[in-house]
């Protein structure tokens, strides 16, 4: 069993085409019905403001499998520590045996997170988009951006953030990799010419309404990870000509879907189709129709991207 640290994960895993294809290939497995991937284990650690989820997922015929550990402690910044921290466990496939674990700090989920938006601007958005506008000013706000370069030709981003001062820094950050970048004061000024709209906040109550929607956008939601949290209004998903998410019982859960599940979680409510992102890749699916339609992607974060992202980063470690 070998032990690895963030440092040496950090060295070796970015924001590559080669991580966006392995991500893309689980996706695909999942749209194939090639994964077994058992619900979210998630526990409340009331008393110190915390959580934990773990999530796990197994690709067919693949030679490893990784459970990941994913605290969150949300006053730990007054102690001067982060909030979000983690591993991932990685085993072996034919006899369980531990293969590796690597002490990551939450970094390759951050690193999946980011590429699963990728995907779904790929295969949602426009080709010729170029202009993005970002809700939220934290770091998965900015891994976006990175990611997103590497399927679409981005120029310029529209950042809104509820701290103002989040929003310049931010801005500062992202200028640095070459783009224009607007500061706005309210989310419907930052969406107005955008091609691509990313929702990345811990936000409780939806902040993009359907009148903030441009012809043509398509948007990617990623704060909504679980049953407390939303981003979008409703009338959003309604207006959409494709709404996509990456497990359905996650969404409903976890995600934007809930909005439209009935009292107690018995049955689901959804007044239009539901696509899920491995399908869509899995069967080369084109929900645009023509480039005056709407798109959303609602993702929630799944237990195969994190099998997809330990193993590329174990190979990547050996070699």
Known sequence: MELYQRDDIEAAVRLDREALEAVEQAFAALGRGEVVQPPILSMAIEESNGEVDVKTAHIRG???????????????????????????????????????????????????????????????????????????????????????????????????????????????RVRGLGLTVNVHDDVRGACASADIIVTATPAREPILSAQDLPEGVHVTAMGSDSPEKRELDDQVMVRADAFVCDTRPQSESNGE???????????????????????????????RVSDASITVCDLTGTGVQDTAIANFALQRLVK
């Open 62 to 172: 693949a030679e490893r499998f990784a459970i990941k550990v994913s605290p969150g402690f949300f006053d730990n910044p007054k102690k001067g520590l982060p909030s979000l921290n983690g591993l991932m466990m990685v085993f072996s496939a034919e006899t369980g045996l531990v293969d590796a674990v690597l002490f990551d700090e939450g970094y390759l989920t951050a690193i999946r997170t980011a590429l699963a938006g990728a995907l779904a601007a790929k295969y949602l958005s426009r080709e010729a988009s170029r202009r993005v506008a970002v809700l939220g000013a934290g770091e998965q706000a900015e891994l976006q951006i990175r990611a997103l370069q590497l399927v679409r030709d981005i120029d310029t981003v529209d950042v809104w953030a509820r701290n103002r001062e989040s929003a310049e820094a931010y801005a500062e």
């Open 257 to 287: 879907l809930k909005a439209f599940v009935k009292a107690g979680g018995r049955e689901a409510s959804v007044p239009f189709k539901v696509y899920e992102l491995g399908r869509v890749i899995a069967d080369e699916q084109r929900l």
